[in-house]
């Protein structure tokens, strides 16, 4: 028998933890064979509430959930994590500026960088969901000199699965045929996804679709807008696809990309692509034996280039105002 994994959860009470826990808890994170232990961490007001979430963990039986715990004390809810799955943040507020939210994010995303720095298993992968993510996630791994820069990720998965399905409905393919396909730069209006490389039933996807009015008018702000659009016609943000997208992440990350495929994750960039060193942006990775690597040698034409550069000034520019504000 396998030793459980241990997984904390933050903002374990919002709605997209509500969405992740029971599958999290029911293989869907690392695989139908792992154990999972859970740790909730929670802010003080919520911890009643993720008290009832556990309570309905406990009455599913879950037969791979060994343990819950639930916390407002970051130290305690990283001790020992292997899978750090980093949703809790501060909502924007109306009337709040950028520079207020990156702030209150701060104040979040510093201490649980340090508590995982000086907690978290050897092997600890983190994730982070909770927005501005790309950049939060580069304050928490600012804050843990100690763990290996690469173990800190942003999510572009749901990006990235929004653009598949948004292809395929295109294409009238299915998900299952299209390959290849990639975001670039932040999570956010700004991101880029990319056609050029994608595959769709093993032929090129630009050249299959064939309508650059599409690309620019259609699909790429339909990828970029869709939160807004479910918000609109849900009445509530997208929870769900969230949360499953923070599964595909992990899942991949540990269990690897299927041959001639690849993903999407923000990381740290290493220079690659024209992306400045240490910001935290998303690529086309492959995974194989728990490590990512970033897919070289792509050729990036004009429309591509000028739509990276954009993204990346943007998570520049956010690099620069938490560092003017202290938290790098
Ligand atoms: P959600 O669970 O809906 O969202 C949590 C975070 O995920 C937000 O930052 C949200 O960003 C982000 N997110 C990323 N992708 C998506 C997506 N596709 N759709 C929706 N959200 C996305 O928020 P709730 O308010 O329901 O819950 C947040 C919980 O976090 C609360 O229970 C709160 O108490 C807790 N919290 C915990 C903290 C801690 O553990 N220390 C700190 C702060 C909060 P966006 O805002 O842009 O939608």
Same mark, same amino acid.
């Given at each position: #028998? ?36 859970l740790r909730l961490l929670e802010i003080p007001q919520a ?40 949703? @809790? ?11 207020d939210l990156l702030e209150a994010n701060g104040g979040i ?5 340090? %508590?995982?720095? &000086? ?45 598949? =399905?948004?292809?395929?409905?295109? #294409? ?10 990639t975001i670039w730069g932040n999570h956010s209006a700004t ?56 599964? &595909? ?7 690897? #990309? ?10 740290? =960039?290493?220079? =690659? ?12 990775? #492959?995974?194989?034996? @728990? %490590? ?16 990276? &550069?954009? =993204? ?17």
């Amino acid at each position: #028998t396998r030793t459980p994994v241990n997984v904390t959860v933050t903002g374990a009470a919002g709605q997209i933890g509500y969405a992740l826990l029971f599958r999290i808890a029911s293989g869907h994170l690392l695989g139908a064979d792992v154990p999972v232990k859970l740790r909730l961490l929670e802010i003080p007001q919520a911890v009643k509430a993720a008290e009832g979430t556990a309570m309905e963990l406990d009455d599913c039986a879950f037969p791979l959930l060994r343990g819950i715990e639930i916390t407002d004390d970051a130290e305690v809810a990283f001790d020992g994590t292997n899978v750090a799955l980093l949703v @809790g943040a501060r909502p924007r507020a109306k009337g709040m500026e950028r520079g207020d939210l990156l702030e209150a994010n701060g104040g979040i995303f510093k201490p649980q960088g340090k %508590a995982i720095n &000086d907690r978290a298993a050897d092997d600890v992968r983190v994730l982070v969901v909770g927005n501005p993510a790309n950049t939060n996630a580069l304050i928490a791994q600012a804050a843990a000199p100690d763990v290996p820069a690469e173990r800190f990720t942003a999510m572009t998965r749901l990006d990235h699965n929004r653009a598949i =399905s948004q292809l395929a409905k295109k #294409t009238g393919s299915a998900v299952s045929d299209i390959r290849k396909l990639t975001i670039w730069g932040n999570h956010s209006a700004t991101q880029y996804p990319d056609i050029f490389h994608a595959e769709v039933a093993g032929k090129n996807a630009a050249e299959t679709v064939s309508d650059e009015q599409w690309l620019a008018d259609e699909f790429i702000p339909t990828v970029a807008k869709r939160g807004a659009a479910i918000i609109d016609a849900r009445g509530a943000s997208s929870a769900a696809s969230a949360a499953n997208a923070a599964l &595909d992440h992990v899942f991949t990350w540990v269990n690897g #990309t299927p041959e001639g495929d690849w993903t999407s994750m923000g990381i740290p =960039s290493d220079g =690659s692509y024209g992306v400045p060193e240490g910001l935290i942006s998303s690529f086309p990775v #492959t995974c194989a034996g @728990g %490590a990512y690597e970033i897919v070289q040698g792509l050729e990036i034409n004009d429309f591509s280039r000028g739509r990276i &550069d954009s =993204s990346v000034k943007e998570l520049s520019e956010e690099r620069d105002a938490v560092r003017g504000l202290g938290l790098l």
